[in-house]
């Protein structure tokens, strides 16, 4: 069971990026998907989480208006399309596989390796 998480980079403030988590080795009906972030010399906090069933998401309200979170189920592909970046949204970006859309990381079964972001003019 692996995820694989893809799509950062560095950007200025005020532009977007994509990313991605390929999910593979397990039936995705019966999880969710969940993006978290970890800032340096931060706790790791959660982002955009999706219910791969139907669909149903819920954003932290820093990034609702900003963050949206997909899936295409045939691609075993969750995304986080991120807008409007601001440099407090830099931080290392982790999906996670669980059962549910819990803030306890522990709630959470698979990780993948994290994808670094970076918002700086």
């Known amino acids: 069971m692996q995820l694989v998480e893809s799509g950062g980079g560095l950007v200025q403030p005020g532009d977007s990026l994509r990313l991605s988590c390929v999910v593979s080795?397990?039936?995705?009906?019966?999880?969710?998907i969940k993006w978290f972030r970890q800032a340096p010399g931060k706790e790791r906090e959660g982002v955009s989480c999706?219910?791969?069933?139907?669909?149903?998401?819920f954003n932290a309200d820093s990034v609702k208006a900003r963050f949206t979170i997909s899936r295409n189920n045939a691609k075993n592909t969750v995304y986080l399309q991120m807008n409007n970046l601001k440099p407090e949204d830099t931080a290392v970006y982790y999906c996670a596989a669980g059962m549910g859309c819990s803030e306890n990381l522990y709630s959470y079964l698979y990780w993948g390796q994290g994808t670094q972001v970076t918002v700086s003019s």
């Open positions: 080795g397990f039936n995705l009906d019966y999880y969710t």
């Open positions: 999706i219910y791969l069933r139907d669909g149903s998401t």
